[in-house]
């Protein structure tokens, strides 16, 4: 990604402090309503799950820095989600993502696309491959 002006070291800063509970072994994304006890956020920290949070700090990029939504996307989301794929990490989500427009379902449509995980409708899981060729059902 581009970093325009912001070093790598003040990048890494705000990726390291929006990553939560980034020991669980399930990944939470979903939508972020304020102050929700549907917001992903908040069932994340409800269920212990990782989950990444800018917080304010997603309009400070966008303000003083002046990178989009898009461009914040590519800049933190996507190296977020590579690192839990990395991982071999699940995913839940709060909300349904098929279809779902925003980064809600860039993320989906992200992680489908590596070819590493399954659908899980019911569950609105997905889940890693290799483990179901582990586990299976």
């Known amino acids: 990604p581009s ?19 980034s020991d669980a072994d399930t ?3 979903g939508k972020y309503y304020k ?6 956020t908040t069932v994340a920290e409800k269920n212990g799950y990782t989950y990444f949070d800018m917080g304010e700090d997603w309009n400070v990029w966008k303000n003083k820095y002046g990178y989009t939504d898009d461009e914040i996307y590519e800049l933190f989301n996507k190296p977020f989600l590579e ?9 839940v989500f709060s909300h349904d993502p098929v279809g779902a427009s925003g980064a809600l ?14 659908w899980d409708a019911s569950n609105l899981r997905l889940i890693h491959i290799w483990k179901e060729c582990w586990y299976g059902d």
């Open 105 to 118: 379902g860039k993320e989906y449509n992200y992680l489908m696309e590596t070819g590493k995980y399954i």
């Open 83 to 91: 690192d839990q794929i990395n991982s071999g990490k699940d995913f």
């Open 3 to 21: 970093y325009k002006d912001i070093s790598f070291e003040d990048w890494d800063e705000y990726y390291s402090r929006s990553v939560k509970n």
């Open 27 to 29: 990944v939470m994304l």
């Open 35 to 40: 102050r929700s006890s549907t917001c992903y």
